[in-house]
């Protein structure tokens, strides 16, 4: 599930407890508080984790808004 890789990936790349992610969590502003640098680190986790790439137009503040647009955008783009 891919819930469940972004979990991995979250934990394996920033140390946070995957017990505290869940669909809704905000990735920035509040929830995960990751900085700009560390979703650029995050985006590059998931496409070596997937082995394919976002496409430029694919990385927008919505997209990453949360771990559930995250879900679905690599759900549309990546599998």
Do not use: A, H, R, W
Not at 3 to 23: G, P, R, S, V, Y
Not at 49 to 60: H, I, V
């Amino acid at each position: 599930m891919i819930l469940d890789d972004i979990k991995e990936i979250i934990n394996e790349t920033f140390k946070i407890n995957k017990e505290i992610i869940e669909m809704g969590t905000p990735l920035y502003n509040g929830g995960l508080n990751l900085n700009s640098i560390q979703l650029l680190e995050l985006t590059v986790s998931i496409e070596e984790y997937y082995e394919k790439e976002f496409n430029p137009d694919d990385l927008t503040e919505e997209n990453f808004s949360n771990v559930e647009k995250l879900c679905q955008l690599i759900e549309e783009k990546l599998l």
